[in-house]
């Protein structure tokens, strides 16, 4: 299946007055032979988050540290609030958090508190400096009753809050986060991901994060970024990726089988084979896959014209993972239809 064309538009940067809070170029890495990003180019505005999905192996983790300068780009630019991380990395990255192996990264043996501080010291802040920032962030995060226990006593959400503290343990403006939700329980993931939420809505940072899980994307991302053998597929707000790929499948329920002649038309010009058709309650009912409202139309005429009753048409959602599937090569959710 070929994919579609008109999805990427890396350019972003015509849209928007303001700098943007990262900006890459024509960003490639390769190990050895192995293309793992291929030339790949977009924007993110400051106080958005903007999930990175693909599927295993597609470049996510390397296009991060590509970013985040910790492996070295083949080529290409990179800017952060502005300032080119190659002729300035010092005071680009001064701008940048960054949470990669999740609660790994940090110190289990000392404190919360004495994490913060380590962290924030990396880059030169005195723990007097960044103490009432530190105690504000213990609060928000729901950590200062454990601000002195030692993170290895901590539950698993609680390392993991920890670990996104300490990206934020001195004044950044953006976050780039590898799968921060990764291991945790439904709770701790719901409350990392309004916290995320909270972070861009109220406190205007940029988010750059990559997940596998599409409700994560969902719930947090304003746009989504898909990455597919290190090429960017898609690059959009997660509303349109899924109303692209909204395919027309309906319900549809009548009174009694329809005779032999109707269903053999409806398998041949609408993909309804026969084992499509179920028993219910009510009558019978099938599912189609169609490529617009005129299509449905069509179809209804043929029932009507062979004197079947329609009890109901039902539109069938589709989500972001299918428009995920679509544009990764796998099965497209009108093809598992037509399989079906
Ligand atoms: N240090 C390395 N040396 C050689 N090849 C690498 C290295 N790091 C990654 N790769 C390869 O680059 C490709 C992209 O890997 P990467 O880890 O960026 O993907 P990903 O999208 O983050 O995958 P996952 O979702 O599984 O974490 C893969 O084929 C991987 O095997």
């Not at 030339?39 to 990175?52: H, I």
């Not at 960054?98 to 940090?106: F, K, Q, Y």
């Not at 799968?179 to 719901?190: K, Q």
């Amino acid at each position: 299946m070929s994919q579609p064309s008109v999805m990427v538009d890396g350019d972003h940067s015509t849209e928007f007055d303001s700098t943007p809070a990262v900006s890459v170029r024509h960003l490639s890495k390769s190990y050895g032979d192995l293309i793992a990003v291929d030339d790949v180019s977009f924007d993110v505005d400051s106080g958005t988050v903007v999930g990175l999905l693909g599927p295993n192996g597609a470049g996510k983790t390397t296009l991060i540290k590509s970013m985040l300068g910790l492996v070295v780009p083949t080529s290409g630019t990179v800017e952060i609030e502005g300032i080119s991380v190659h002729d300035d990395p010092t005071a680009a990255y001064g701008h940048v958090g960054a949470m990669l192996e999740g609660a790994r990264n940090v110190y289990w043996r000392l404190s919360v508190r004495e994490n913060l501080e380590f962290f924030a010291g990396l880059a030169g802040h005195r723990p007097s400096e960044v103490r009432e920032r530190h105690d504000r962030l213990l609060d928000q995060f729901g950590l200062a009753e454990k601000a002195d226990v030692a993170v290895n006593d901590l539950s698993r959400g609680m390392k993991q809050k920890v670990a996104l503290a300490c990206t934020l343990s001195r004044d950044v403006s953006v976050a780039f986060l590898d799968e921060p939700t990764l291991g945790l329980d439904v709770e701790s993931s719901m409350d990392l991901r309004r916290e995320l939420r909270r972070l861009a809505d109220h406190d205007s940072m940029t988010v750059v994060l990559s997940s596998h899980d599409m409700d994560v994307i969902e719930d947090v991302c304003d746009r989504v970024l898909i990455v597919n053998d290190g090429h960017l597929v898609a690059d959009d707000t997660v509303r349109n990726l899924v109303d692209l790929f909204r395919t027309q499948r309906y319900r549809l329920t009548l009174d009694a089988l329809p005779p032999d002649a109707t269903r053999t038309r409806l398998a041949e010009s609408y993909g309804v084979d026969d084992d499509e058709w179920t028993t219910t309650g009510e009558g019978v009912e099938f599912e189609a896959t169609l490529a617009d409202g005129a299509e449905l139309h069509a179809l209804l005429g043929v029932l009507l014209d062979a004197g079947c009753a329609v009890h109901g048409v039902t539109s069938l959602d589709s989500d972001l993972g299918d428009a995920f599937l679509e544009l990764t090569d796998r099965a497209s959710p009108a093809e598992r239809g037509r399989e079906r």
